[in-house]
């Protein structure tokens, strides 16, 4: 079997990518709760194969590569503080920021959702995806790079694939929609695998993971709102072209820095010395 792992990523890949979008759909039990244990096995599962192929060397925690990866990634951090800073302080400010009466149970609880997400997410995309790619693509500067643009907007088009059925309907709404998530889901994914390939530490991208999504269901755990009532993609809008172009500006906006960021981290890195995958 450790055999078969290690020469056969693409099949892994593949296969793990599939199981885990079957597994997200079950739930046992109602809310966010519902959705932690499948995601926890999930993990564990995907870990327990990246250690196959990786070895200890992924597990074992350094402090350096800890703030080299958090202070890399604050610009994708900055963005969720802010908004719930400003959401929380203008809104009550002028009264249209109801807080909920159990904020901090729902915070609690997107607490340790965001932390197994981060955990499931970043085991299959960073921990997985990414160390296939690079263990078949060029063993370039500019292979190594592809590698990681290629996983992480692939990770983005794993957040809005379903919505390929719905552009029948709206398309215009919907594909300039998907294409900005994809942009904006997708610049993060590569920020992150830039910093995974240069420190060589799944857990910091883990917590980066969780902060990002943590502010933002915070904002809506203040507001009252359950995580469902922001969609990635909204198949019953109706845009014109200015909303159109400005939603693609705003992904380009938040997207181009993580690229740049990613680039410039990458372009230090020998490429024959990121690949993990044995």
């Known amino acids: 079997m450790k055999g078969f792992i290690s020469k ?31 995601r926890v096995v999930l993990g564990i599962v995907i870990l327990g194969i990246l250690y196959t192929v990786a070895g200890k060397e992924l597990f074992t925690w350094q402090k350096k590569s800890g703030r080299y990866g958090l202070i890399r990634s604050i610009y994708i951090l900055i963005f969720p503080i802010v908004s719930f800073v400003m959401t929380i302080g203008l809104g009550a400010l002028v009264g249209e920021v109801e807080i909920a009466k159990n904020w901090l149970s729902l915070s609690v609880a997107y607490l340790v959702y965001t932390l197994v997400i981060g955990f499931f997410e970043e085991g299959l995309f960073r921990g997985i995806i990414t160390n296939g790619f690079v263990k078949i693509m060029p063993k370039t500067k500019a292979g190594l790079f592809g590698a990681i643009v290629i996983s992480g907007l692939f990770f983005g088009f794993m957040h809005v694939w379903e919505n390929l059925f719905d552009i029948g309907g709206n398309p215009l709404v919907v594909i300039s929609q998907m294409t900005s998530k994809i942009l904006v889901t997708g610049s993060v994914g590569i920020l992150l695998a830039a910093i995974y390939m240069k420190t060589k530490n799944i857990w910091i991208c883990m917590i980066i993971h969780a902060l990002n999504d943590l502010f933002v269901m915070l904002i809506l755990a203040f507001m009252g709102l359950e995580i ?51």
């Open 228 to 278: 469902s009532s922001i969609q990635y993609v909204d198949a019953t809008a109706t845009m014109d072209m200015s909303a159109v172009t400005m939603e693609i500006i705003g992904a380009l906006v938040v997207g181009l820095p993580n690229i740049i960021i990613s680039y410039r981290i990458t372009r230090k890195l020998e490429p024959t010395e990121c690949v993990i995958w044995k």
């Open 8 to 38: 056969h990523p693409v099949i892994i890949m593949i296969g793990l990518v599939v199981i885990a979008q079957l597994g997200i759909k079950i739930r046992i039990g109602e809310g966010v709760w519902g959705q932690i244990p499948i």
